[in-house]
């Protein structure tokens, strides 16, 4: 028998973990061609991430996005990235350290954020949302919604349903054709528990590359 030993998580959540961390990097730069910095910051960029921001990062895998905001908000804000596999924090630890950058890294599950309500202006997830049921999907915009601070924002990334995955992720990078039809994919449900919610301005947009789709919503209030 094996002994998975202390990497062995005691977060409970019935999201999918992923717990080869340093394969998932390999898997993430081969994926991209060797573009995802670029991804990464085009998140930043989207999300309007800027100085003094204070971000949470939820399901932040390996840290590359949380790394990124951190260079983005600068040493008047703060960045937090969390997860519910001990192999993701503590590979995203060892990034951020070697990146010379601050940023928090803690082992928790999008739907028990160990943080108090109000914190955050913006709250982030890329690439997380099929990874999650739906009861945890609406768990989890609860929680998103407690941990934001009035006029924060909300900026999810995540697949369109499409045909295989390897195929839209290639073709995607190959290609700037944009096609009209309108996919809400994987955040289909994401978008009606945000409206439901009380979230404003809750918007799906494609984002590049175009396998993906992007939600952005502002909880209401005075920033
Ligand atoms: C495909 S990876 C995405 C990682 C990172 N956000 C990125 O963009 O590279 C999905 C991540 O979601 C995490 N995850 C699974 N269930 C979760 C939950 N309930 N709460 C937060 N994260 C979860 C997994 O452990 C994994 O690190």
């Not at 202390?6 to 390999?26: M, N």
């Given at each position: 028998m094996h002994d998975h030993g202390?990497?062995?998580?005691?977060?409970?959540?019935?999201?999918?973990?992923?717990?080869?961390?340093?394969?998932?990097?390999?898997l993430l730069s081969a994926i991209t061609f060797g573009l995802?910095?670029?991804?990464?910051?085009?998140?930043?960029?989207?999300?309007?991430?800027?100085?003094?921001?204070?971000?949470?990062?939820?399901?932040?895998?390996?840290g590359t996005l949380?790394?990124?905001a951190a260079r983005r908000v600068g040493a008047s804000g703060r960045v937090e990235g969390v997860d519910p596999a001990p192999e993701m924090?503590?590979?995203a630890k060892t990034k951020a350290e070697a990146a010379g950058v601050d940023a928090g890294f803690r082992l928790a599950a999008i739907e028990?954020?160990?943080?108090?309500?109000?914190?955050?202006?913006?709250?982030?997830?890329?690439?997380?949302?099929?990874?999650?049921?739906?009861p945890v999907q609406q768990k989890g915009l609860e929680e998103m919604r407690r941990v934001l601070a009035p006029g924060g924002r909300l900026f999810i990334?995540?697949?369109?349903i499409g045909d295989t995955f390897l195929h839209r992720v290639a073709s995607s990078f190959m290609s700037h054709h944009h096609d009209d039809e309108e996919e809400r994919g994987e955040l289909d449900a994401a978008?009606?528990?945000?409206?439901?919610?009380?979230?404003?301005?809750?918007?799906?947009?494609?984002?590049?590359?175009r396998v993906f789709l992007a939600l952005r919503a502002t909880w209401p209030g005075d920033a």
């Open positions: 202390p990497t062995r998580s005691h977060i409970h959540t019935k999201g999918d973990t992923i717990h080869w961390a340093r394969s998932y990097d390999w995802e910095g670029r991804f990464r910051r085009r998140v930043v960029e989207a999300a309007g991430i800027g100085e003094g921001d204070r971000v949470l990062d939820i399901g932040c895998g390996t949380a790394i990124e924090i503590e590979r028990d954020l160990p943080y108090p309500d109000d914190h955050f202006d913006v709250v982030l997830n890329t690439l997380v949302y099929h990874h999650l049921p739906g990334v995540d697949f369109k978008f009606t528990i945000a409206q439901r919610l009380g979230f404003e301005a809750v918007e799906l947009e494609r984002f590049r590359p």
